[in-house]
């Protein structure tokens, strides 16, 4: 019996060798300079039973789709026939022997076990490799292994229970890849060659488009407007301070503020006239409070929480994480679910963490006191669990980037097994002459999973007297107050993906992938955060080049998950920004330089595109997130079998093409958007 | 005593009686505040106060805006070459019959002058009485008929007002869908007085705006408030024409940025302040109605006035105000400058020469 098992990525496949061999593993190389083929033997279960094993890899997708030969170039048709002429899906040019190795290998085995990564994305690579295996040997049996993280049992156990290998999240994604495909060249060949006349930077330049990439332009170009609209007001408000028991007390106004000084005078003048100098306590109630400990983290939460807190880019925190789930020390880093599962043993994990030097002794007294069970989220993606460590590091085993995100990840699992902070609120409302004003106070009792998490802050306020209901107390001063109203600031890093998220475009897995995208494609460029107001115009910077032969443009649209998987059009490297994440803080867990807190200025292109496409007034926006978030939910629909895959992409199609007839036939108005933002 | 900051200020004191006029004017255009000879300034900070609440007071509070209020930069800059406009046509309440105490609709059973502009349908009713600017505050019985010709919402800042119709619209475009444009950040809210030991739960943080949908060619009375509400000011016109500024003192469930324009209200039993009419639930009857050619294009035109009030429309044409076009003052108080006793003179403040107005 011999059986051959492929992985995502070299390195996995080298650890699930490693594993499954129990040490006694031979390597042999392959045509690839990456990939290796590890054999050994493994006891499956049965009909396999005991068997020779080969385990390799592939190096992302195989395949790739592309438009037949002749309308390849720019000029070869117009734009709008790229929604329907015919789409091949063939092996990559530069995965051909990556193709030749797996079909050599499968002819002599009886069973093909697919270790790809679970999610869509990894299941259609699973389709793709179950494809050519079986151009080697029609008769292979296909299984697909279940796992979620890299650990020793866990891998064991995925090996023993393999499942069948699902054809419709394979089939969603080659309905996006479809659609990407004829989205991105449609629109891209249309802004490309429609605009370069309309600017002299846009002459050579290539405006690509992508459909998640224009709703995420567009809120950054939405909030940059809003900075560059933005009047500040003046208001006021009344405020009065008691002081008792030696304590100076402020009390706010129960209106808030207003926005008219007059009506703030006159009945300032009015408690003045009808009250004394004193005020009367209306109420003063204890309230026990909680600080909730956080929700199990998703793929999401930890590019939001990583930008935040660590200061780095939501990119190279996705990219960190992966290397940590390739290396064993996480679970799988890309998942939508925020509730652990009952069944999980979090005790065992928590006692892995026991080692660490700093959060040791936590972990430590966790898993001796018994823990509580972490708060259930409402998503489940039934695929992997939410995000948390497998296994302890520490540096030199790693470098430091590498242990902030670890201890993130860490940290944030110590904490959701934790309790609640708790603490107790003390409001007081105060009366004088008819006007409220009230204070509140908070007291810390139990810090909780505080102690484990030092991102998150909630401290004692200064504690408020003992005041008695009904009590009078003079004022010590009750004034009119003045206060002006602030820019809101710039979009950052991590509150676009919030964005993106809330509004449903990518997948939580891409949405990193698209930031970085806008920045490369220049129409969004990353600042030091704190520019407020220090930009009154849209950023101008050079659009990039467009290429030579290929008009394929920027089919990129929503591309898998980047992660290396690029399909080697070139355009697969690493954007040069991003990268460079100065650390230079010292504060080891809130660095504030990085990435992660910049904010996102749109380039005079990019707030050009937005208006443009805005002005020509679609009933569903280029700019705005329905469209995409429409095209999310049929592939979900072709994941749970509601729809097929040919469905989707007629109806998808569709949709865009109406959009793209109706800006086709305004276009003049994104002509003269670009000359207003580009030809100063 | 400090020397109080407008004492050393000259400058009034070289203001032609024109342009006392027309500051008069301004005055009451950018802050509501009916001018009536001296006394409509003099009295709102100059006010006799006992030492025990003078010491809790800012000392700037009781001078310094004084002379604020006077000499106001922008206010002086954007003097316009313009005369208040009508107040003379605008009749006497005194040369009215005296007044018949009637209840407007209950003893004229007319409905169909709740559509009707109220002004020149002088049917009997009460009156504020003249003279109510230079009073610091006084009760009137009642019951008086007034229609609202502007709601203002002043809890919410106006660039606030305005995203959230901004959105409105743009979403009744989208097929209804929203954007969700804001996330509830870590920091505080721009416009977020901090205080103290605020407290903030994990989740409980998540709190999405509310928004509402309207449509312009809503039928109805009502729109659904499209500025949110917080605290209004509304301007109230008699039967005479005469306008008055209104305020909730304590919030009132149906005035709001969105109601019909020219909706009948009559009120009783209420407290007028400096010659703001102050609203509580219990004073006021709403009876609807409303004055459709106010009420036109109004999301367009709150719009631009919004704008042009913070600034971000400058160079509008005369501006299209919020109907009706706000009257211009009438000054209803009389010339008694020589009311010497007034009471809320302050011993100390007295001497001061407003008499230049």
């Given amino acids: 019996m011999k059986i051959l098992c492929v992985a995502e990525k070299p390195s996995i496949a080298k650890t699930v060798a490693n594993i499954l061999g129990g040490g006694r593993v031979t390597i042999r190389n392959t045509d690839s300079p990456f990939i290796k083929n590890y054999d050994f033997t493994y006891r499956f279960p049965q009909p396999w039973g005991e068997a020779d094993v080969t385990m390799t890899s592939v190096v992302g997708h195989i395949t790739a789709a592309d438009f037949t030969p002749e309308v390849r170039q720019w000029h070869s048709c117009a734009p709008a026939q790229l929604f329907h002429s015919q789409v091949v899906v063939e092996v990559a040019d530069d995965k051909k022997n990556v193709a030749r190795n797996i079909k050599s290998e499968s002819r002599w085995a009886q069973g093909l076990m697919i270790w790809t990564d679970c999610d869509r994305e990894g299941e259609h690579i699973g389709m793709e490799v179950c494809r050519i295996a079986k151009e080697g040997n029609p008769r292979i049996i296909v299984k697909r292994a279940q796992f979620s993280n890299l650990e020793r049992d866990h891998i064991r156990r995925a090996a023993q229970h393999p499942r069948e290998i699902d054809e419709r999240l394979s089939d969603a994604v080659d309905a996006r890849i479809e659609i990407d495909l004829r989205l991105g060249a449609a629109f891209t060949r249309f802004q490309t060659l429609s605009l370069k006349d309309s600017a002299r930077k846009l002459e050579n330049a290539l405006i690509s488009y992508g459909s998640c990439q224009f709703p995420t332009l567009g809120f950054i170009v939405d909030r940059f407007k809003r900075v560059q609209n933005f009047r500040p007001e003046h208001f006021w408000y009344i405020k009065v301070s008691v002081n008792k028991d030696g304590i100076d007390v402020h009390f706010n106004w129960k209106r808030g503020h207003m926005f008219d000084r007059m009506a703030v005078t006159l009945l300032y003048e009015r408690c003045m006239d009808n009250g004394s100098g004193e005020g009367r306590i209306v109420s003063m109630i204890r309230k026990p409070t909680s600080k909730w400990r956080p929700l199990p983290l998703t793929t999401v939460e930890l590019q939001r929480r990583g930008a935040l807190f660590l200061g780095m880019s939501s990119k190279k925190v996705m990219d960190i994480a992966e290397s940590l789930y390739t290396k064993g020390f996480i679970s799988y880093p890309r998942t939508e679910t925020d509730q652990f599962s009952d069944s999980m043993d979090l005790v065992t994990l928590i006692r892995k963490q026991t080692v660490d030097n700093n959060w040791g002794d936590f972990a430590q007294n966790l898993a001796n006191s018994g823990i509580r069970h972490p708060r259930k989220g409402k998503h489940d993606d039934h695929a992997h669990p939410p995000i948390h460590p497998v296994a302890h590091v520490s540096p030199p085993a790693v470098d430091l980037d590498h242990h902030k995100v670890y201890t993130l990840i860490a940290r944030h699992f110590l904490a959701c097994c934790s309790e609640d902070a708790k603490g107790e609120t003390t409001e007081v409302v105060l009366d004088w002459a008819g006007e409220r004003f009230s204070t509140t106070g908070l007291r810390v009792i139990e810090r909780n999973y505080l102690d484990v998490y030092p991102y998150d802050r909630w401290t004692s306020s200064q504690p408020l007297p003992d005041f008695v209901q009904g009590e009078l107390v003079p004022l010590k001063r009750a004034t009119i107050e003045e206060g002006i109203t602030s820019a809101p600031s710039y979009l950052t890093e991590p509150e676009l993906i919030q964005l993106m998220d809330a509004n449903g475009i990518g997948t939580d897995a891409t949405i990193a992938d698209h930031i970085e995208t806008i920045l490369k494609r220049q129409y969004a460029v990353k600042v030091p955060k704190g520019a407020n107001g220090r930009f009154q115009q849209p950023i101008d910077i050079d659009p990039p080049k467009r290429g030579g032969g290929t008009g394929r443009g920027g089919a990129a649209g929503g591309r898998g998950r980047g992660r290396g998987r690029g399909r080697g059009r070139g355009r697969g490297g690493r954007g040069d920004r991003g990268g460079h994440d100065s650390e230079a803080g010292g504060d080891k867990l809130k660095g504030g330089g990085g990435d992660g807190q910049k904010e996102l200025i749109p380039s005079t292109l990019g707030a050009a595109l937005v208006e443009g496409y805005d002005e020509i007034g679609f009933d569903k926006s280029l700019t705005k997130p329905f469209l995409r978030k429409d095209m999310e939910a049929m592939m979900k629909d072709i994941c749970e079998g509601r729809k097929t895959r040919q469905q989707v992409v007629r109806e998808s199609i569709a949709m865009y093409e109406e959009v793209f007839q109706r800006a086709n036939g305004q276009v003049q108005l994104l002509r003269q958007a670009c000359r207003r933002y580009l030809d100063r | ?357």
């Fill in chain 2, 1 to 357: 005593m400090t020397t109080p900051y407008h004492r050393a200020a000259t400058e009034p004191q070289q203001l032609s009686p024109a342009l006392v006029t027309q500051l008069q004017y301004l005055f009451y255009e950018k802050y509501g505040i009916r001018p009536s000879g001296t006394y409509w300034i003099t009295p709102v900070y100059s006010t006799k106060l006992p030492s025990a609440k003078r010491s809790i007071a800012a000392p700037a509070l009781l001078y310094g805006r004084l002379e604020q209020f006077f000499l106001d930069d922008d206010l002086r800059r954007t003097i316009p070459p313009l005369q208040p406009q009508g107040v003379d046509q605008t009749p006497k309440s005194v040369n009215l019959p005296p007044t018949r105490l009637q209840y407007y609709y209950q003893n004229n059973g007319d409905d169909t002058i709740r559509e009707q502009d109220l002004v020149g349908c002088v049917r009997g009713s009460n009156f504020v009485p003249d003279g109510v600017a230079t009073m610091r505050s006084t009760t009137i019985t009642g019951p008086v008929t007034f229609q609202i010709a502007e709601v203002q919402e002043i809890g919410l800042s106006k660039s606030e007002q305005l995203r959230k119709i901004e959105e409105a619209i743009s979403e009744s475009g989208d097929s209804g869908r929203k954007v969700v444009r804001d996330v509830p950040t870590e920091g505080e809210h721009a416009e977020e007085i901090d205080g103290n030991g605020r407290v903030q739960n994990g989740t409980a943080m998540a709190t999405r705006l509310q928004f509402h949908t309207f449509n312009d060619a809503q039928p109805g009375n009502r729109r659904s408030p499209i500025v949110g509400k917080k605290f209004c000011k509304v301007l109230l016109q008699d039967l005479l024409g005469r306008c008055y500024w209104a305020l909730e003192s304590k919030p009132i469930n149906d005035l709001e940025v969105g109601l019909k324009l020219g909706t009948k209200v009559t009120l009783s039993n209420f407290t007028v302040w400096r010659g703001v009419i102050m609203l509580k639930p219990t004073s006021i009857v709403i009876h609807g109605g409303g004055i459709d050619e106010w009420n036109t294009d109004f999301t367009i035109k709150l719009m631009c006035w919004l704008k042009r009030q913070i600034g971000l429309e400058k160079s509008e044409p005369p501006p299209t105000p919020l109907n009706p076009p706000p009257a211009p003052p009438e000054i209803i108080g009389n010339d008694d400058e020589d009311d010497d006793d007034d009471y809320y003179f302050d011993d100390d403040l007295d001497d001061l020469d407003f008499e230049i107005l």
